[in-house]
């Protein structure tokens, strides 16, 4: 008989800096932590406590918010630059490190969440820099794709960036579902 202990590796996400409520702008305090799986390429996975954060506002719509680090996407298991290379078209299922893991289907639902996103993300850029970083109203006006000027002046990068300025500020990024 044989006794088998299993281990594994959890990193503990600490918050360096004194997190605010992205709806509110109320200090949070520490409520809790939750295990989160994050995917790499090639089938690897890693596990995170990520601190939850509550609002000390009770009248605050948006009680409780998780603190993720920048290699992880909201609502995404798999690591933020893996998911970036894809929609970049950097890497697909044909390349060898990513042959089963994650799978081409998995792969089309991230470009097709970006392709779907891409307005909704450019409103609430534009939206962050009219009203928090004053910039003037041709930022409101202007016909240009912000997304696709991030992609090409923050590569790689430029879904962390995205992610952190629109979730930091109260935004959101819809997941896209693919029906049957």
Request: charged share 25%; with cysteine.
């Amino acid at each position: 008989m044989f006794l088998v202990i299993w281990r594994k590796t959890v990193f503990l996400v600490i918050c360096q800096e004194m997190p605010v409520c992205p709806k509110c702008g109320k200090p949070l305090v520490l409520r809790d932590h939750r295990r989160r799986i994050h995917r790499l390429a090639g089938g690897k996975k890693e596990w995170y406590m990520i601190p939850r954060m509550e609002c000390i506002n009770k009248e605050c719509p948006c009680k409780i918010h998780s603190c993720i680090p920048d290699n992880m996407s909201p609502h995404k298991h798999y690591d933020a630059g893996l998911i970036e290379d894809v929609i970049d078209g950097v890497l697909s299922s044909d390349d060898i490190g990513t042959e089963d893991y994650p799978c081409a289907d998995t792969m089309a639902l991230w470009k097709e969440w970006a392709e779907k996103n891409t307005t909704n993300i450019d409103g609430q850029i534009r939206s962050i820099g009219y009203r928090l970083l004053d910039f003037g109203i041709e930022i409101l006006t202007s016909a240009a794709s912000i997304m696709q000027e991030l992609r090409q002046k923050i590569s790689p990068g430029w879904l962390k960036a995205v992610t952190w300025v629109i979730y930091n500020t109260g935004g959101r990024i819809t997941p896209v579902a693919r029906l049957p």
